[in-house]
């Protein structure tokens, strides 16, 4: 793994943020990619980013991995099975319900996804926060998986990653939407936002994991208003996610129709852009 992050110029750059569940409304943007030929040249994600943005760098298809996801969420019994093997189990960790995330990710990982960075056909940079030195790691070299599981390794829900003295956890905890870690003004960045806030009833009273995600959402949500009032990718997507929960995983037919209507959003903004900005989307193609 490395934490040193590539420059490059002129160049298309594809930015999958965290949200859980919501994050597979990524898959109909890659979708619509691969319908209109673009091809990005980087690709950085966040939490569950990380995880579609590595199998689509590593040569599946939108469709690849939505054929994928459904078949995984049509087998419960056998996926709970696995979350359940996966668990920590020991009080002395502080939450036996923690998950290994590099243990469920090697249960899952499709077979045709290579496990090195250096084997993936598109660069990817993994975010993950250093939780003692309170600032971004961004992986771009080295194991996979490891790199992925920290960048997924939300607070509560999955073990920290022990990684070269440093304790990682998820990515979307401190850059949810990291469009600013590669590039310049000159690239074209197209950013999928699938961060949402708490859902439920207003007359129902939360439990502790409802709170718990809730104000992660409510965290992520602030750190990405504040990041756009400096800077701006060229195109900013957000599918109509918001009233999934982060965990609904076994709901991914819903999340992926509700958010089919984010392929004419990016048809339109790319052609506006081929309108305004012809000369950096043309580095697109």
Not at 39 to 57: D, Q, T
């Given at each position: 793994m490395e934490s040193q992050v590539k420059k490059s110029t002129d160049t298309f750059h594809l930015v999958l943020g965290a949200g859980g569940a919501?994050?597979?409304?990524?898959?109909?943007?890659?979708?619509?990619?691969?319908?209109?030929?673009?091809?990005?040249?980087?690709?950085?994600?966040?939490?569950?980013?990380?995880?579609?943005?590595?199998?689509?760098?590593?040569?599946?298809?939108?469709?690849?991995?939505?054929?994928?996801?459904?078949?995984?969420?049509?087998?419960?019994?056998?996926?709970?099975?696995?979350?359940?093997?996966?668990r920590l189990g020991r009080f002395k960790n502080g939450n036996p319900l923690l998950l290994d995330g590099e243990k469920l990710l090697s249960r899952f990982w499709p077979t045709t996804v290579p496990r090195q960075f250096e084997e993936l056909d598109i660069p990817l940079h993994a975010v993950a926060t250093d939780f003692h030195a309170r600032d971004q790691l961004v992986f771009t070299k080295g194991e996979l998986l490891p790199a992925i599981a920290a960048s997924i390794a939300i607070p509560g829900a999955f073990k920290p990653v022990h990684y070269q003295e440093r304790i990682l956890i998820d990515g979307g905890t401190i850059n949810p939407l990291p469009f600013d870690i590669i590039g310049s003004e000159k690239d074209f960045t197209i950013a999928v936002d699938v961060t949402g806030g708490p859902h439920a009833e207003v007359s129902q009273s939360p439990n502790g994991f409802a709170i718990m995600f809730g104000s992660l959402q409510l965290l992520q949500g602030a750190i990405i208003t504040e990041k756009l009032k400096s800077r701006k990718p060229d195109i900013l997507l957000k599918p109509d996610v918001d009233h999934f929960r982060m965990l609904d995983f076994f709901a991914a037919q819903k999340v992926l129709t509700a958010s089919e209507a984010i392929k004419d959003t990016l048809k339109r903004q790319i052609e506006l852009s081929l309108k305004e900005k012809p000369q950096r989307i043309n580095s697109m193609a």
């Open positions: 919501r994050g597979l409304a990524h898959i109909p943007v890659l979708e619509t990619l691969d319908e209109l030929g673009l091809r990005p040249a980087n690709i950085v994600g966040a939490s569950i980013g990380s995880v579609i943005g590595a199998c689509y760098a590593g040569g599946m298809s939108g469709k690849d991995i939505r054929q994928f996801i459904l078949e995984l969420a049509s087998k419960k019994t056998t996926v709970a099975t696995a979350v359940i093997s996966v």
